[in-house]
């Protein structure tokens, strides 16, 4: 008799989730035993023991993310995709969201401050001279500078003239840096997305220390709160849906009445109880393990079973039907789909017959 497959949590520094998410799985079901996943010897193309891993930790350890590759591969599902999570990045995030109708600040990205390790001014040939002032001129003042490629708010800057702006940006080194609007906001929010269904709006208030953040109220009341929190899920399925994200948080900061999103690249975002807070903590801890279970029902073995963005979907397709189905001969490099269509000779006979009778119509 096969083991069962199992369903596992990888993470880092956090204590107080990843404990919690099993508890809740084992609680809820024994189909698939959860547990913290337990890693020994890695090796090209051969599967894991689990169905299902909930990934918290591989942007800071790079061989988790080549561990995880390695388990979609060969048929975990792994959330968050660990190909999208290698490839994702706010200003792609931000310039997506500007196609699918969602508000974002006025967005520039500028090139890191110093070259990069082993290149030199020839490197760069294709780079023209910034122009700062328009640049300043288009973004105004304030303005946020921050990684475009960050978290945890590392080297995020608030600047409010070009004297603090070049200031700041002389402390980035060889980080890749969004220039973008301040957005002035009267209500601010976090929101979990689970399994692109389930959102969970939070106020949140990032000027109060961080143990305090969560212990927000909305302001915006009666019919306009109503409808602020219908189009901020709108918002938060559109993002989660175009990006691919199983597990995700977007920030809003409302001005005017218009929710625009500042932050959803979080593909492991902060679920720490003492953070979130408890009701928050459950809401979590619950739907992820809904969304874990789920997965694992459906995971088909040895397959891919990741969930792709829509931008990725939309992509692969285009690329499909641009091969017209009649150009499909056994040409050197085919794959494996193509081939057994053009081998099934009964079914091409039958093709060449057909064709006259509709000619004949
Ligand atoms: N354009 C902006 N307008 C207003 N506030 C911003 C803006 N960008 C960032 N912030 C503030 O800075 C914080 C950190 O920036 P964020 O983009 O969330 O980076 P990180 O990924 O490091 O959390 C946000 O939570 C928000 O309070
Ligand atoms: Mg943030």
Redesign the pocket.
């Given at each position: 008799m096969s083991k069962k497959p199992k369903i596992g949590i990888l993470f880092g520094q956090e204590n107080t989730f990843p404990q919690a998410f099993v508890d809740r799985v084992n609680e809820k079901q024994s189909a698939f035993p959860a547990e913290f996943v337990s890693i020994e010897q890695v090796e090209q193309s051969v599967p894991t023991d689990y169905a299902v891993i909930i990934d918290r930790i591989s942007q800071d350890v790079p061989f988790y993310k080549a561990f995880l590759k390695n388990a979609a591969l060969t048929g975990t599902a792994v959330v968050n995709n660990p190909f999208w999570w290698s490839a994702d990045e706010?200003f792609f995030n931000n310039a997506l969201a500007v196609q699918l109708g969602v508000p974002v600040?006025k967005t520039i990205l500028l090139p890191s401050k110093e070259r990069p390790d082993d290149t030199n001014h020839n490197s760069f040939r294709n780079l023209k001279h910034m122009n700062w002032e328009g640049i300043f001129q288009h973004i105004g003042f304030p303005?946020?500078m921050?990684?475009h490629a960050?978290?945890?708010?590392?080297s995020?800057y608030?600047v409010d003239n070009p004297e603090q702006m070049f200031k700041a940006y002389d402390e980035t080194g060889q980080l890749v840096m969004l220039y973008?609007?301040?957005?002035?906001?009267t209500d601010?929010f976090r929101c979990y997305c689970i399994g692109g269904k389930d959102v969970r709006i939070m106020p949140?208030e990032?000027?109060n220390p961080h143990h305090l953040r969560y212990a927000a109220q909305m302001q915006t009341t009666g019919d306009a709160g109503k409808k602020l929190l219908a189009t901020m899920t709108d918002y938060v399925l559109k993002l989660n849906h175009g990006l691919g994200y199983d597990f995700n948080t977007v920030?809003f900061?409302v001005r005017d009445g218009i929710p625009?999103a500042?932050?959803f690249?979080?593909p492991a975002p902060d679920a720490d109880v003492h953070s979130v807070g408890q009701a928050n903590f459950d809401w979590v801890v619950e739907a992820v393990a809904n969304m874990a279970i789920e997965r694992a029902k459906k995971v088909q073995k040895g397959k891919d079973n990741l969930t792709w963005g829509t931008f990725v979907r939309g992509s692969v397709m285009s690329q499909d039907s641009a091969t017209p189905a009649k150009d499909a001969k056994p040409t050197k490099g085919a794959t494996t789909e193509e081939a057994p269509k053009v081998e099934k000779a009964p079914k091409a006979e039958k093709a060449k017959e057909d064709k006259p009778k509709k000619a004949k119509k």
């Amino acid at each position: 008799m096969s083991k069962k497959p199992k369903i596992g949590i990888l993470f880092g520094q956090e204590n107080t989730f990843p404990q919690a998410f099993v508890d809740r799985v084992n609680e809820k079901q024994s189909a698939f035993p959860a547990e913290f996943v337990s890693i020994e010897q890695v090796e090209q193309s051969v599967p894991t023991d689990y169905a299902v891993i909930i990934d918290r930790i591989s942007q800071d350890v790079p061989f988790y993310k080549a561990f995880l590759k390695n388990a979609a591969l060969t048929g975990t599902a792994v959330v968050n995709n660990p190909f999208w999570w290698s490839a994702d990045e706010k200003f792609f995030n931000n310039a997506l969201a500007v196609q699918l109708g969602v508000p974002v600040p006025k967005t520039i990205l500028l090139p890191s401050k110093e070259r990069p390790d082993d290149t030199n001014h020839n490197s760069f040939r294709n780079l023209k001279h910034m122009n700062w002032e328009g640049i300043f001129q288009h973004i105004g003042f304030p303005a946020f500078m921050k990684p475009h490629a960050g978290g945890g708010w590392k080297s995020v800057y608030k600047v409010d003239n070009p004297e603090q702006m070049f200031k700041a940006y002389d402390e980035t080194g060889q980080l890749v840096m969004l220039y973008q609007e301040a957005i002035d906001f009267t209500d601010y929010f976090r929101c979990y997305c689970i399994g692109g269904k389930d959102v969970r709006i939070m106020p949140y208030e990032p000027r109060n220390p961080h143990h305090l953040r969560y212990a927000a109220q909305m302001q915006t009341t009666g019919d306009a709160g109503k409808k602020l929190l219908a189009t901020m899920t709108d918002y938060v399925l559109k993002l989660n849906h175009g990006l691919g994200y199983d597990f995700n948080t977007v920030e809003f900061a409302v001005r005017d009445g218009i929710p625009i999103a500042i932050d959803f690249c979080n593909p492991a975002p902060d679920a720490d109880v003492h953070s979130v807070g408890q009701a928050n903590f459950d809401w979590v801890v619950e739907a992820v393990a809904n969304m874990a279970i789920e997965r694992a029902k459906k995971v088909q073995k040895g397959k891919d079973n990741l969930t792709w963005g829509t931008f990725v979907r939309g992509s692969v397709m285009s690329q499909d039907s641009a091969t017209p189905a009649k150009d499909a001969k056994p040409t050197k490099g085919a794959t494996t789909e193509e081939a057994p269509k053009v081998e099934k000779a009964p079914k091409a006979e039958k093709a060449k017959e057909d064709k006259p009778k509709k000619a004949k119509k």
